[in-house]
């Protein structure tokens, strides 16, 4: 839902247009602002750990748009590039490791969550594993992998020369979804759709370059500088 994730960016660049203006005016670093919001998806996750889902949604709903801050700071002090790119996209993942770590641990604790199989997996799952720690794990990898495959089919396929500007559940739909679950604590259920549905954009994405001419041609072949740029500024949207 490409139209969602930029109304949620319009939003936030309304939004946080005066707090960037005033970290450019203090000398605040865009890098500086990309750690700062890897660290609070590391308060996020301990949030779930202590056991309090709803204070970590909301905190997530609050906290994860902050993510655009670093881009919007880069672009009007004039220090966009490569290595910040980067190193926000590195980070980017990592961050969502830890929100996802963060969730595994949840569900291990809360014995409400414990109780419920969600009827995404039917029967068949529900007898061979039932409500164990088992399937908890099985529903975060589910959902982590295919959110770093979502990312990373976009990484690629711009560092190629593909574009790659689609997909029903992009980070910002993500971490939105994840919130929501919180709140309204039903985590299982929405991480197994969260799965199907990541698993499913990933797939949309290679469809959509397969069909796409174009592109370098070589896979080991360098890639440019704005090829380069386009991938890292865009990884994970």
Request: charged share 15%; hydrophobic share 50%.
């Amino acid at each position: 839902m490409l139209w969602f994730e930029n109304l949620g960016r319009r939003a936030a660049q309304a939004v946080f247009s005066p707090l960037v203006n005033l970290l450019a005016v203090r000398g605040v670093t865009p890098n500086q602002v990309t750690w700062v919001g890897f660290l609070s998806y590391g308060v996020v996750a301990w949030l779930l750990i202590m056991g309090l889902p709803g204070t970590a949604g909301v905190a997530l709903a609050v906290l994860g748009p902050l993510d655009a801050i670093d881009g919007m700071l880069a672009r009007k002090t004039g220090q966009a590039g490569n290595k910040g790119a980067f190193l926000d996209s590195t980070l980017d993942r990592y961050a969502e490791v830890l929100l996802f770590l963060g969730l595994l641990c949840y569900l291990f604790q809360d014995t409400g969550a414990n109780n419920y199989t969600p009827w995404v997996f039917g029967d068949t799952l529900k007898r061979a594993y039932g409500n164990t720690p088992l399937l908890n794990a099985l529903l975060v990898l589910a959902a982590l992998s295919g959110s770093l495959l979502v990312s990373y089919a976009r990484s690629r396929a711009e560092s190629l020369g593909f574009s790659c500007k689609i997909g029903l559940m992009t980070r910002f739909e993500r971490i939105f979804f994840i919130s929501f679950a919180l709140i309204f604590d039903v985590v299982r259920p929405a991480l197994a759709l969260l799965a199907v549905l990541a698993h499913l954009t990933a797939a949309q994405r290679i469809r959509h370059v397969l069909k796409q001419e174009g592109g370098v041609g070589v896979l080991h072949m360098p890639v440019s500088v704005s090829a380069a740029q386009s991938a890292s500024l865009h990884d994970g949207k």
